[in-house]
């Protein structure tokens, strides 16, 4: 059984910084890929940042430049630094595992953007 949680949501001001991570547990495989996803309230689930085992990593238009993701393999730890942050990236974010075929969600942390 493969469990994702998430931590280090919250309320932050504009153009303020906030770092998501997210620990893997359970069976993981060599090959796969990670990523972050958000959604808005009244919108849907949109891929913020994904990152291969191998590091490669794609990136949202609306969050290149502003955000990072990276991951820890031998810590089984995904993370996001976000700066620069917009009321525009309110939202719950959610971590992703995709292996073999199927995907894993974590619960999802709450990121809000407001002065």
């Known amino acids: 059984q493969v469990q994702l949680v998430e931590s280090g949501g919250g309320l932050v001001q504009p153009g303020g910084s906030l770092r998501l991570s997210c620990a893997v547990s359970?069976?993981?495989?060599?090959?796969?890929?990670m990523g972050w996803y958000r959604q808005a309230p009244g919108k849907q689930r949109e891929l913020v940042a994904e990152?291969?085992?191998?590091?490669?990593?794609d990136y949202a238009d609306s969050v290149k430049g502003r955000f990072t993701i990276s991951r820890d393999n031998a810590k089984n730890t995904l993370y996001l630094q976000m700066n620069s942050l917009k009321p525009e990236d309110t939202a719950v974010y959610y971590c992703?595992?995709?292996?073999?075929?199927?995907?894993?969600w974590g619960q999802g942390t709450q990121v809000t953007v407001s002065s």
């Open positions: 992703n595992l995709y292996q073999r075929e199927r995907n894993y």
């Open positions: 359970g069976s993981i495989f060599r090959f796969n890929v």
């Open positions: 990152i291969t085992r191998g590091d490669n990593t």
